[in-house]
């Protein structure tokens, strides 16, 4: 099995540093332009089948990617974004950066002191969450010779790609950073167990990452 793990194109709340999470937010058209190009560069791979967030970011990136292949693309919230509740919608950078965008911050500079709203979810429950899904997938019997592209974020890449190098430490969840739009990881699982082969595989040129 070979597994093409992909973050989404760019939005314009990554542009504008405000926290996404869960809100439903759609790509832009640069966002698209990064798609378009990553979906260039992966033209000649076989794809079998696709996993997606529901959310419509990683939705249309994989739409993009898949292209005319005649493919079953599979929504899986397992893969959402990580929800960061009430935190969703504010500023966390640039010139219009919220004053409360502090405590918010400690999630990408001091992850395991980060305190995550009433409505919001854990670290650890991301791990939980993506882990079951990478171990449901990697087990599947009728899959192990198909290679399957997954869309998703940039939490819950980087949630799957610290699974696989076996680091569950909250403190060090970003040890790697933030994977870049449309960054492609691409892993090869043998009898169930899953193996890095290359990380952050970018097929556009200039600027992607927010």
């Given at each position: 099995m070979i597994l093409y793990i992909i973050r989404h194109g760019e939005t314009d709340?990554?542009?504008t540093h405000k926290v996404q999470g869960r809100?439903?937010?759609?790509?832009?058209d640069h966002g698209r332009h990064l798609a378009r190009e990553t979906a260039e560069g992966m033209k000649k791979?076989?794809?079998?089948?696709?996993?997606?967030?529901?959310?419509s970011r990683a939705k249309e990136t994989a739409q993009i990617i898949l292209g005319d292949r005649k493919i079953p693309l599979i929504m899986d919230p397992r893969i959402e974004e990580f929800s960061f509740?009430?935190?969703?919608?504010?500023?966390?950078?640039?010139?219009?950066q919220d004053p409360e965008s502090v405590?918010?911050?400690r999630f990408f500079t001091d992850t395991a002191n980060y305190i995550p709203p009433n409505d919001g979810e854990t670290v650890s429950h991301l791990y939980e969450r993506t882990?079951?899904?990478?171990q449901w997938l990697c087990q599947k019997e009728e899959l192990q010779d198909k290679a399957i592209l997954i869309s998703t974020h940039g939490?819950?890449?980087?949630?799957l790609l610290n699974r696989i190098k076996g680091n569950l430490s909250v403190g060090r969840f970003w040890k790697d950073k933030v994977p870049p739009n449309c960054a492609v990881s691409v892993v090869e699982?043998?009898?169930?167990?899953?193996?890095?082969k290359k990380e952050g595989v970018i097929y556009y040129k200039g600027q992607g990452k927010t």
């Open positions: 709340w990554n542009k809100t439903d937010i759609p790509l832009n791979l076989q794809i079998d089948l696709a996993y997606t967030s529901p959310l509740g009430s935190y969703e919608g504010m500023h966390c950078g640039g010139e219009d405590e918010f911050n882990g079951e899904f990478l939490a819950a890449m980087t949630a699982v043998v009898d169930g167990n899953p193996t890095i």
